[in-house]
């Protein structure tokens, strides 16, 4: 939350709380507990990144999904058997993996912003402009089930 308000100062922190708190409501098992004690021990590039890592370890994680790809250096993460993956590659590997699941829950994203409406070709435009541009070339394959 620290990291989106500095980077997003516009934001207002009561919707910013509200946010988190429908992501903590409706994602089952998205909470970590108990990491903390690992964090002194971790190394990486941004010491304020350590908590991630942390909560990865302590989870099992394969992966993380991160924009920040340069304080998640892969050398280290293979250490505990995670790797960093930038969201654009992560959703990519999703759509291969399961395209009926992924459509749907894009279907289901455009279908929750009605405040403006939004048409498929609009939508991925707005995904290709937060950075998921191998996505969005893959989903223009599944526009009618957008």
Same mark, same amino acid.
């Given at each position: 939350?620290?990291?989106?308000?500095? @980077?997003?100062?516009?934001?207002?922190?009561?919707?910013?709380?509200?946010?988190?708190?429908?992501?903590? @409501?409706?994602?089952?098992?998205?909470?970590?507990?108990? +990491? %903390?004690?690992?964090? =002194?021990?971790?190394?990486? =590039?941004? =010491?304020?990144?350590?908590?991630?890592?942390?909560? @990865?370890?302590?989870?099992?994680?394969?992966?993380?999904?991160?924009?920040?790809?340069?304080?998640? =250096?892969?050398?280290?993460?293979?250490? +505990?058997?995670? &790797?960093? #993956?930038?969201?654009?590659?992560?959703?990519?590997?999703?759509?291969?993996?399961?395209?009926?699941?992924?459509? @749907?829950?894009?279907?289901? #994203?455009?279908?929750?912003?009605?405040?403006?409406?939004?048409?498929?070709? %609009?939508?991925?435009?707005?995904? &290709?402009?937060? #950075?998921?541009?191998?996505?969005?070339?893959?989903?223009?394959?599944?526009?009618?089930?957008?």
């Amino acid at each position: 939350m620290r990291s989106l308000k500095q @980077a997003r100062p516009e934001l207002d922190v009561e919707s910013l709380e509200r946010t988190r708190r429908l992501m903590d @409501a409706h994602t089952r098992d998205c909470l970590v507990s108990d +990491y %903390e004690d690992l964090i =002194p021990s971790l190394h990486l =590039p941004d =010491p304020n990144d350590r908590h991630v890592l942390a909560a @990865a370890i302590r989870t099992r994680a394969h992966v993380i999904v991160t924009f920040n790809l340069k304080d998640f =250096p892969g050398d280290y993460l293979s250490k +505990y058997g995670i &790797e960093a #993956q930038h969201p654009d590659e992560f959703v990519f590997h999703l759509l291969d993996l399961s395209p009926g699941d992924v459509c @749907a829950a894009v279907k289901r #994203q455009r279908a929750a912003l009605t405040k403006p409406r939004f048409s498929v070709a %609009e939508f991925l435009d707005i995904l &290709e402009r937060m #950075q998921l541009p191998t996505t969005v070339s893959r989903l223009r394959d599944y526009s009618g089930l957008l």
